[in-house]
């Protein structure tokens, strides 16, 4: 299968392809950045496409012919409102239309679980891919617009669009968007102290690679049984993980400034409780604790071998 993967570069693009590849399926990387890896034969192209220009996207699908296009080309983290804006909504609709044009009636995309807004809303239950939208950022909205816009597209052209929502992602490598889970790892892995505000700061974690395994077994299905997925995670406070550290780094300086107080002192707060009955049911997806994790991430900087 020919699969088109914009976005392919960053952080979560490369670990998408990588899975692809080991799948036998053939990638092309649409991304403004290139990317480099040693791939035998045809299997693989990369391409430099930026998402925000539509005459370049729909030129892509065009010559490429994909079965099925992945989208995971956003922008998260500390950009002007208009860059975010340009790339997040007027870089999905690109590919939302050039995919319709081009034929592609499959697309696969990154949402959030930035849609739902923080975990007071919901109480104590998990949130399930059915709960009303509450979004409290500029990133969430622009989430909530992807969601309606692939549900116009559904609707009127047809296409058979769909939407993961990750949880907070976790990764050696992860440099964007929350990323305190990511540094309460990394930097005693390598020696350096982590001080966050609350010990009571809540995530609901999913391993970089885990995430990728999802976005492929769905990407492999003709037709969802649904047009949206919760990605689920584990859920855990940064104090929680600060104690699992210590176990692999009995020495590691992680410090807080306060043991409670986040859920009423921060505004923009992601749900953290987070339901996955049906990537489970559908695909069989199931992670390791995370702890297992962890573990894996801590020795990937003792051995240097981040990839």
Not at 6 to 32: E, Q
Not at 123 to 149: C, L, S
């Amino acid at each position: 299968m020919v699969i088109c993967v914009v976005g392919g570069a960053g952080f979560l693009g490369r670990r998408v392809i990588r899975k692809l590849l080991s799948r036998g399926h053939d990638v092309v990387c649409m991304d403004i950045a290139g990317l480099q890896l040693d791939v035998p034969g045809s299997q693989f192209r990369s391409i430099r496409v930026d998402v925000c220009d539509f005459e370049s996207v729909l030129s892509s699908f065009l010559t490429y012919r994909p079965e099925i296009v992945i989208h995971l080309g956003f922008l998260v983290g500390d950009y002007s409102p208009r860059q975010a804006m340009r790339v997040n909504v007027l870089g999905s609709d690109n590919c939302f239309e050039a995919a319709h044009l081009a034929g592609v009636d499959r697309v696969l995309f990154s949402s959030s679980i930035a849609v739902n807004g923080g975990q007071r809303h919901y109480g104590h239950r998990p949130v399930v891919e059915d709960d009303a939208f509450v979004a409290e950022t500029q990133y969430a909205v622009h989430k909530v617009f992807n969601e309606w816009q692939a549900k116009e597209y559904r609707e009127k052209h047809g296409m058979t669009i769909t939407a993961i929502r990750p949880a907070n992602i976790s990764g050696v490598d992860k440099i964007l968007g929350s990323v305190d889970h990511v540094a309460c790892i990394v930097n005693p892995a390598k020696g350096i102290s982590a001080r966050f505000k609350y010990r009571d700061q809540m995530r609901c974690i999913v391993y970089g690679d885990d995430i990728a395994e999802l976005f492929t077994r769905v990407a492999e299905k003709r037709r969802p049984a649904f047009s949206v997925y919760n990605s689920g995670g584990e859920t855990l406070s940064l104090g929680q993980l600060a104690d699992m550290v210590k176990k692999y780094i009995p020495d590691a300086d992680i410090a807080f400034d306060h043991e409670t107080g986040s859920e009423e002192n921060q505004k923009g707060a992601v749900a953290y409780v987070y339901d996955r009955t049906r990537i489970w049911e559908e695909f069989g997806v199931d992670y390791p604790p995370f702890e297992q994790r962890l573990g894996q991430m801590i020795e990937m900087i003792r051995l240097d071998t981040v990839t």
